[in-house]
Every structure is written in structure tokens, then in C-alpha cells.
């Protein structure tokens, strides 16, 4: 039974291992590829609150979608990452030990 104080306990040092490595390169992903996203997405953004809550608002629309976008970008690539590796590394260990 996991213990619910550590949430890392009852895991393998690989799943550990995983979790950080994609943790860091998502966060390396995140620096490269949240400001395209964000620039890419923010005249949408502020057409439709422009058309919804009217002119005043960009102030406050710019930092929450940026903070979105910085947001969504690092949960995506977090799970890609991570996806990829435990994949990968099963089809690793399928190859090497066979069925």
C-alpha cells in the first residue's frame, strides 16, 4: 500500500527517474517552444475577449494567457515525454528479454 504522505513511495527508481528526466526536459521544451505558442495564440485571445468582455481588458488577458500557454505547453510536453520514455522502454525490454 502507498504511503499518501510521500506520493513517490511504492515507486520503482526507474519510474523516479522517468518522472524527472521528463520533468527537465520539459522544462527545457517549455523555454523553446511556450513563447511561439504564446505568440501564435494571442491575437486570438485577445480578438475574442476583445469581442466578449470589450477593449479595456488586454492588460489582464496578455499575463493569464501567457501563463496559460506556459501552462499547457509544459503539461503537453511532460506527457509526451514521459509517454515516449516508458514506451520506448518497454519495447526495449521486450527486445532484450524476449515475450
Same mark, same amino acid.
Given at each position: ?30 523555454? #523553446? ?9 494571442? &491575437?486570438?485571445?485577445?480578438?475574442? /475577449? @476583445?469581442?466578449? $468582455? =470589450? ?20 503539461? #503537453? ?9 516508458? &514506451?520506448?522502454?518497454?519495447?526495449? /525490454? @521486450?527486445?532484450? $528479454? =524476449?515475450?
Amino acid at each position: 500500500m502507498r504511503d499518501r504522505a510521500r506520493p513517490s513511495a511504492g515507486k520503482s527508481a526507474f519510474t523516479q527517474g522517468a518522472d524527472l528526466f521528463a520533468s527537465v526536459m520539459a522544462v527545457v521544451a517549455t523555454y #523553446f517552444a511556450g513563447t511561439g505558442v504564446y505568440n501564435l495564440s494571442l &491575437l486570438a485571445a485577445l480578438d475574442h /475577449a @476583445r469581442s466578449t $468582455f =470589450g477593449y479595456g481588458w488586454d492588460g489582464v488577458i496578455k499575463p493569464l494567457w501567457w501563463l496559460g500557454c506556459i501552462l499547457a505547453t509544459f503539461a #503537453f510536453c511532460q506527457m509526451a515525454i514521459a509517454a515516449s520514455l516508458r &514506451l520506448g522502454m518497454a519495447k526495449l /525490454a @521486450r527486445w532484450l $528479454f =524476449g515475450n
